[in-house]
């Protein structure tokens, strides 16, 4: 049972630099699994507690970093729009770096698209990439604390 957990934590670490793959919600959900089997024996309740409130930080993470960047860069709500559809769209076409380029133009085409000049849509464009970029590199940590601490109670 702790090999599959183990596997699955390091898959749900993989979902939290790759888009498609289930990431910290599915680490949550298999530390907590594992400490229904065991008992919470090694994994206590404190410790799926501090899991839940992290992958809870790290949804709520994923949703604002990018729109708070890029707001802070100047964009509307019409390139918010285009760079959720733009990384959607673009992360179904190259998967990873899709995410980037299809963010990054689909907020340039919704600013433009709004009436913005092109030199304001290229600044709000990088603002959201840079959001993305440091909520990906939050949900990185959290993750690595979620492996880490198992890994730690489970196997030392």
């Known amino acids: ?28 959900l298999t530390t907590l699994f594992y400490g229904f089997v065991s008992q919470f024996e090694k994994i206590s309740i ?17 949703y604002l970093s990018s729109i708070m960047a890029a707001r802070k860069f100047g964009a509307t709500k019409f390139g918010i729009i285009g760079g959720v559809l733009g990384a959607v769209i673009g992360t179904l076409i190259l998967n990873l770096p899709g995410l980037f380029l299809g963010q990054f ?12 000049a092109l030199k304001a849509s290229v600044k709000a464009g990088f603002g959201g990439m840079i959001g993305y970029i440091l909520g990906m590199s939050m949900n990185i940590s959290i993750a690595f604390f979620i492996l880490a601490t198992f890994l730690f109670k489970t196997l030392g």
């Open 1 to 28: 049972m702790l090999i599959l957990a183990i596997s699955i934590l390091i898959i749900g670490f993989i979902g939290a630099i790759v888009p498609g793959i289930p990431g910290i919600g599915l680490m949550f």
């Open 46 to 62: 404190g410790w799926i507690a501090v899991f839940g409130l992290l992958t809870l930080i790290s949804f709520v993470l994923d």
């Open 105 to 116: 133009s689909g907020m340039l085409i919704g600013e433009i698209y709004g009436g913005k």
